[in-house]
């Protein structure tokens, strides 16, 4: 269709809101699709009552290991899931004494707490908070825990994940391949090598394989080709900002797998220009749920969010900043948040166990003064 307008609008999306009004983006596709920006009296997140499925929920999800009984906890603990991507917890306390496979589909670890190593069929990696370990459908590998509990948000996506393409940025914005981190080969103790047997717990459609081996199975001495297991550390991801212009999310798009997006939100500085948005503007996602993590320090949109806290939105219903976080960023110009950001073309189901860890009122926190 073609460019409309009605009644006194600005001219410049983002820039110069008239006081008093609000303005909603409403468009398709993400933020790459067609779209108009209304102007409203009143933020559409107003709400005093809501009610059924598209309710904005928040969960403290880093306290579901206490809800759960300890063996299961040792496992990934599902939170939800759609069609293009299932969300995990994993809370380790100590190193695991059998290997897994996950057959389902590739894995991103996002690592929110501890350090210690990944084992895989690529080699040893070492984890630290702020790591993104992806790991590709098929690998065999565990993880050693150096001092517990390690906390790991796990996105697992049926469809591969890859480095979307940055358009007109270039292949090397927001991180060059080049700082993608490999798994060296050949630093497990021999000790542990020999003289047992070794479990490999592989994982499809939800049920468990058990493979015992006579023999230690991360023998691989040699590997090459372009599938392997690779981490990157958000300190190595340089967000893109413009001082005059309030950039969209997908702007921070760091992996992609099918539906799913994966973005995430980096210390960066904020928009300079009096003039200009300096906090999201109102949407709906019309076209993607989307969940947020946050990992550590002050997320710029929201107040009273704590890290180890995730919050879902599903499409077609309003979000946008919260009032406090509107005067808030007024006086701030750098915003040191770091989140996780991961969408799903497909809408999330959220598992019943997450209630237990539930932040009731999340839903009215935008109508609260
Ligand atoms: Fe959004």
Not at 276 to 285: D, S
Not at 297 to 325: E, K, N
């Amino acid at each position: 269709m073609y460019l409309n307008k009605k009644g006194k609008v600005p001219n410049q999306a983002h820039v110069g809101i008239p006081e008093g009004f609000c303005e909603e983006e409403h468009g398709r596709d993400g933020f790459a699709g067609p779209v108009s920006h209304l102007y409203r009296t009143h933020p559409p997140t107003g709400w005093v009552k809501i009610e059924g499925p598209l309710k904005p929920r928040a969960f403290a999800c880093a306290q579901l290991s206490m809800n759960v009984t300890p063996s299961i906890a040792a496992r990934p603990i599902l939170m939800m899931q759609s069609q293009d991507a299932s969300l995990f917890l994993s809370i380790l306390t100590e190193t695991m004494d059998h290997f897994v496979r996950n057959a389902d589909g590739d894995e991103a670890y996002f690592v929110h707490q501890g350090t210690g190593r990944f084992e895989t069929d690529y080699g040893t990696l070492p984890y630290e908070p702020g790591d993104y370990v992806v790991i590709p459908k098929g690998t065999t590998y565990r993880t050693h825990v150096d001092a517990g509990p390690s906390l790991f948000l796990i996105i697992e996506t049926g469809e591969p994940i890859t480095v979307p393409d940055r358009g007109p940025l270039g292949q090397h914005a927001l991180f060059d391949k080049g700082v993608l981190v490999a798994p060296e080969l050949g630093t497990v103790e021999s000790a542990e090598v020999k003289g047992q047997e070794w479990e490999v717990h592989i994982k499809r459609q939800g049920s468990s394989t058990r493979v015992v081996y006579p023999f230690y199975p991360m023998d691989v001495v040699g590997w090459k080709g372009d599938l392997w297991v690779a981490k990157l550390n958000v300190r190595d991801f340089r967000p893109v900002t413009s001082p005059r212009y309030h950039l969209p999310p997908s702007v921070h798009g760091t992996f992609r797998a099918g539906g799913c997006l994966i973005s995430t939100f980096a210390p960066r500085p904020l928009e300079s220009d009096p003039e200009a948005l300096r906090v999201p503007f109102y949407h709906q996602n019309t076209d993607y749920d989307e969940v947020l993590f946050y990992h550590q320090g002050d997320f710029f949109s929201r107040t009273g969010i704590q890290p180890g806290m995730l919050t879902l939105h599903p499409q077609g219903i309003h979000h946008g900043p919260q009032p406090q976080a509107v005067s808030a960023a007024k006086g701030k110009s750098y915003t040191n948040e770091v989140a996780v950001m991961v969408e799903s073309k497909t809408p999330f189901t959220v598992r019943p166990e997450m209630e237990t860890v539930e932040i009731k009122d999340y839903a009215l926190s935008w109508s609260r003064r």
